[in-house]
């Protein structure tokens, strides 16, 4: 019992110095910049790109203009890349866009910078459109910096030679559409793809891929994770934490990125940004791949299939101590997210009237998908919604933050206006809490809309699942999309006044 007593203090200052000793070190590893320069011997890519140099970032997470943001600028100051490639994650899970325009403003380059969405521009959609669109405006800009690769690709040609450089949409979210991004290509040419998550390695690899540059996993942030990947069911990205990978031809990278998510500090991995240069080596016997996957020496004869990676030089730099970087490392506020907006705060029939900017934020937002205020075919206040819509099999709008309970009306109703002079085929679809993504357990019903005004009236007694007719749970309805079904060409509509009634 005494050498209890005694033990006890000794215990409580053990826990306190660890405890200290931890924090200092993810307050260090959260607040450094470790720079990496890598020389990649015997890709096809030294065809093009020797002699030069190229910067990758990812997962920057910007929620503010900081530190980290203006160490990152110093060091691609100090650097001079040729090229700059930004593999998603722009900005902080539902964050705003106006840090991170103001930092790519800053970017520079001798040729061009290139950029992918992340997972984290899904949860802001509605202000993505500032990447490629000038400013509350559906013109796109006539000058990105980064330019966005949405499922494409564009050649560069650098010195009389052509450079693919392809770029995917985010994987995480299976936005990814390869057959698209690769539609025109010519797959001889040397080629670095572009994507925010390592899922896509194996479809990529069988493509012949020179380069994948990618990030997502943030090297695990604590460094424990490459560990409980091994006996936990965690995400399958995972297994390409950091570093090179290769699989036949196809060389991978993988960032562990600047910024974090989720927990605001790192532990054992740093943020990085990462330099690439590409040359040819015939002089050695043996060449070595160091970091991917495995060490392995490869004879004279199979070079052709080999690539040597060298780590030229490597170093650390610290942004130092400061108290605001103290508690935003140590900030917890951020870390649980409820992912579930209810839309029970609108005691009102009215579901959307269209009267301010704040009900445009309530609408999935995507590239070459356009909303504004419109004072033009206006059913009830001041304003109607103005809808372009592209060409597509399925083009339409998604109501997010809708009202729950629908249980104490009789109709859904919605003005439509349909500015052509043709009728249009027009799709309403109403999930309950039960539908998910299966046709047989949600309501779905057509509409030719007439030119003109259109006056749609569903009664909620019919809103039943498509097979067997369940009725659907009008207390727990979860989302309503409207779309046009195999639209050929680019389409304007205007809604107004969608309401219960």
């Known amino acids: 019992m005494s050498l209890s007593k005694h033990c006890r203090p000794f215990i409580i200052l053990s826990v306190g110095v660890l405890l200290i000793l931890g924090m200092?070190?993810?307050?260090?590893?959260?607040?450094?910049?470790?720079?990496?320069?890598?020389?990649?011997?015997?890709?096809?890519?030294?065809?093009?790109?020797?002699?030069?140099?190229?910067?990758?970032?990812?997962d920057l997470h910007i929620k503010k203009n900081g530190l980290m943001g203006s160490k990152v600028l110093e060091t691609l100051k100090k650097e001079k890349p040729d090229l700059i490639y930004i593999t998603g994650d722009f900005i902080s899970f539902e964050g705003p866009y106006e840090p991170v325009i103001s930092f790519l403003h800053q970017l520079k380059a001798s040729y061009r910078i290139y950029g992918v969405l992340g997972n984290t521009e899904y949860s802001n959609e509605n202000g993505s459109c500032i990447l490629c669109h000038k400013e509350k405006s559906k013109t796109l800009k006539e000058k990105e910096n980064p330019i966005i690769l949405r499922n494409s690709f564009l050649p560069l040609k650098i010195n009389g030679k052509t450079l693919n450089i392809f770029g995917v949409d985010d994987p995480v979210d299976k936005k990814s559409n390869f057959k698209k991004a690769l539609k025109g290509a010519d797959l001889a040419i040397p080629s670095i793809l572009l994507a925010h998550s390592p899922e896509i390695f194996e479809e990529a690899s069988s493509l012949g891929i020179d380069l994948i540059l990618c990030g997502h996993t943030h090297g695990g942030q604590i460094f424990l994770a490459k560990y409980l990947r091994k006996i936990l069911p965690l995400d399958q990205t995972l297994e390409f934490l950091d570093g090179f990978f290769q699989k036949g031809t196809t060389l991978m990278y993988v960032s562990q990125g600047i910024g974090t998510s989720f927990l605001p500090f790192r532990f054992g991995i740093k943020p990085e940004i990462t330099f690439f240069t590409f040359s040819n080596n015939t002089n050695n016997e043996k060449i070595r791949m160091a970091r991917i996957g495995k060490i392995e020496e490869v004879d004279q004869t199979n070079r052709k299939n080999s690539v040597s990676i060298s780590n030229v030089q490597a170093y650390t730099l610290f942004l130092g101590f400061r108290i605001s970087s103290l508690l935003e490392t140590f900030s917890l506020m951020g870390v649980v997210r409820n992912p579930f907006v209810s839309g029970n705060s609108n005691s009102l029939s009215t579901l959307f009237d269209f009267e301010s900017e704040t009900e445009l934020k309530?609408?999935?937002?995507?590239?070459?998908?356009?909303?504004?205020?419109?004072?033009?075919?206006?059913?009830?206040?001041?304003?109607?919604?103005?809808?372009?819509?592209?060409?597509?099999?399925?083009?339409?709008?998604?109501?997010?933050?809708?009202?729950?309970?629908?249980?104490?009306?009789?109709?859904?109703?919605?003005?439509?206006?349909?500015?052509?002079?043709?009728?249009?085929?027009?799709?309403?679809?109403?999930?309950?809490?039960?539908?998910?993504?299966?046709?047989?357990?949600?309501?779905?019903?057509?509409?030719?809309?007439?030119?003109?005004?259109?006056?749609?009236?569903?009664?909620?007694?019919?809103?039943?699942?498509?097979?067997?007719?369940?009725?659907l749970n009008l207390k727990q309805i979860k989302q309503m999309m409207v779309f046009l079904t195999n639209n050929t060409k680019q389409r304007e509509l205007y809604f107004d006044n969608i309401r219960l009634e």
């Open 362 to 471: 309530r609408l999935n937002w995507e590239c070459h998908k356009w909303f504004e205020l419109s004072k033009e075919h206006v059913t009830s206040g001041e304003y109607s919604l103005k809808v372009t819509l592209p060409p597509g099999q399925y083009p339409g709008i998604l109501f997010e933050e809708i009202r729950n309970d629908w249980s104490d009306f009789n109709y859904l109703v919605m003005d439509v206006f349909n500015p052509s002079d043709q009728g249009i085929n027009f799709h309403i679809r109403i999930d309950d809490n039960k539908s998910g993504w299966e046709y047989a357990n949600r309501f779905d019903i057509d509409f030719k809309l007439k030119p003109g005004m259109n006056h749609i009236s569903i009664p909620t007694d019919s809103i039943k699942t498509n097979l067997h007719h369940r009725p």
């Open 24 to 58: 200092t070190k993810a307050y260090y590893d959260t607040n450094s910049l470790e720079v990496r320069h890598f020389e990649v011997t015997n890709s096809s890519l030294a065809e093009v790109l020797s002699g030069l140099k190229v910067a990758h970032l990812s």
